[in-house]
């Protein structure tokens, strides 16, 4: 009896796990919001963890090692000031999704050599400009007073002479239509998005436009600052009607940059 227990909790195990669209490795399946949320907040205990790890607020530029580069991002703290406005810094979650896509090509789990993506909510544009440099054509994206400071740091790091890949740098608001560039001749790849969860009021709209960019060969990494598990449980409730979402457990981040404060996620589309 008890060895028919065992094979029932390892194969019910082996079916929460599964390899989601080009990530080529098996990650745990989100199936309730609410129990992810419970999960996640007593596992990783965020309020209790340090913040800002790996970035600093008040500095004017992020320096960084990555793809055999040293990069250079800069930021603008005064703009922290303006209500709503969080993208003129670095935050966690961006290193760690950046650094992430590193470790994963290099451990040959992902290949962007090529591929087409698409960032949602560039900020400051570290996670675009690695892709990049891993070989990806890439289109950073922003709302409109935010592309100076985005321009400027693509602009900086990434080039012909240091870059696989290619990025340019385009306006895009959640929830309008998407402009041909981005969906045509065919979906992205891949769509990147670092602390893009922060609001109810922004939820709808970016599902709409993750929506738009998806096809049935597009895979999508989200990481995230654990902050509001109320947001977060929204945000998963209405992503799962549409999408199979996994959890990116940190054994698969890069070693030197994991965080208790940030999420990792990979969505499809489902069939």
Known sequence: MEGMESRDDEEAEAAAMRTMGSYGVAVRVVEEAAEEILLLWAIQ?????????????????????????HLSILQSPSSMSTPGVTGAVMWDSGVVLGKFLEHAVDSGRLVLQGKRVVELGSGCGLVGCIAALLGADVI?????????????????????????GSARVS??????????????????????????????GAVKDLLFTLRQ??????????AGELRNDAV???FLEIAMEEFLVGHVDQTQW?????SNRVALFVLVKKS
């Open 232 to 234: 977060l449980e929204f």
């Open 45 to 69: 205990q965020p309020a209790s963890r340090r913040q800002n790890e790996f970035v600093r607020h008040s500095s004017l530029s992020l320096r960084l090692d990555a793809c055999g580069h």
């Open 140 to 164: 950073l994206t922003d709302l409109p007073d935010r592309l100076r400071l985005l321009k400027k740091n693509v602009e900086d790091n990434v080039d012909e002479g240091n870059a696989r």
């Open 254 to 258: 890069h070693p030197d940059y994991c």
């Open 171 to 200: 306006e895009l608001t959640w929830g309008d239509e998407l402009d041909a560039e981005f969906i045509e001749p065919s979906p992205p790849e891949f769509v990147l998005g670092s602390d893009v969860i922060y609001s109810e």
């Open 213 to 222: 960019l998806s096809g049935c060969h597009t895979t999508i990494f989200l």
